[in-house]
């Protein structure tokens, strides 16, 4: 019955938050000895492309190699330690908006993606800590990016286009991502917002996780909407600063 029920999702709800606790603190004392090391390589590399003046192209392509990989190395660290340190958001009134354009400008979306932004005018202000708002939709553009390009499924696509469109609804203010990229099965569904699952070869299954625990700290919630093949839509929904004690 509904009682059950709700004791079931109380249940699983702690025993998510114990799971993402557990990661992020083993992710943070990894991450934190990891850092060290990654920054003398870098500083290596430095020092190599400086001297390697009229080194071979095949030699400067294995540097730049070495440099991109430590740079998503420190990613991975920087998602595991702010994984971590489940901060608390500091709360102030924040125009969506404007955070949508951060985001979008923030992120890097090949070429052949297109995003396109409906904002709707005169919405009332968030009540939110913008720089952890800007992160979630971050991690939405890149998801949905990602599932039009090749990197997220063994098919490959070429492209398409994302539409990030910003609306007030029952006392939310609702951001909303539709991509029409490859969609995602029935069965995966369900794990989603689960920290490190991934269905990608690069991927390391943090992104919703950490959109997760943000919007819920922001007493907000994510939704998703999916049809494999089709696209993808994800929801998010923030109270509104006029809705808040
Ligand atoms: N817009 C989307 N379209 C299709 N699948 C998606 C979309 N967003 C998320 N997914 C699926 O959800 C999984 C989990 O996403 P999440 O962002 O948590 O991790 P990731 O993108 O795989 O890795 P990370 O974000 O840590 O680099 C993805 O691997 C993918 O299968
Ligand atoms: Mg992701």
Do not use: W
């Not at 009682?3 to 249940?11: G, K, M, N, S």
């Not at 994800?234 to 809705?243: D, E, G, H, I, P």
């Amino acid at each position: 019955d509904e009682r059950t029920q709700e004791l079931r999702d109380a249940q699983q709800q702690l025993l998510r938050a114990e799971r993402l606790a557990a990661i992020g603190q083993l992710g943070a004392s990894i991450g934190h000895e990891l850092r060290n090391p990654l920054g003398i390589i870098k500083n290596s590399t430095y020092y190599l492309n400086m001297k390697l003046g009229q080194a071979s192209e095949k030699v400067k392509k294995h540097l730049g190699i070495i440099e991109k990989e430590i740079t998503r190395s420190n990613k991975i660290i920087t998602d595991l330690m702010d994984f971590a340190r489940v901060r608390r958001p500091a709360l102030r009134k924040t125009d969506v908006n404007l955070l949508v354009r951060e985001a979008v400008s923030r992120s890097k979306v090949p070429g052949n993606v297109e995003v396109i932004t409906h904002l709707k005018k005169g919405l009332s202000p968030l009540m939110a800590d913008p720089g952890q708002i800007e992160q979630v939709f971050i991690n939405m553009i890149s998801n949905a990016a990602q599932a039009m390009t090749s990197s997220n499924s063994a098919e490959t696509r070429d492209g398409g286009r994302l539409e990030i469109s910003t609306r007030a609804e029952d006392g939310f203010i609702v951001t909303e991502f539709k991509d029409d990229g490859c969609g995602i099965s029935e069965e995966n569904l369900g794990k989603l917002f689960e920290p490190l699952f991934t269905t990608k070869t690069r991927g390391i299954g943090l992104g919703l996780a950490i959109s997760t625990a943000i919007v819920e700290a922001h007493e907000g919630r994510i939704e998703v909407e999916s049809e494999l093949g089709k696209g993808t839509t994800f929801t998010v929904k923030l109270t509104a600063s006029a809705n808040r004690a």
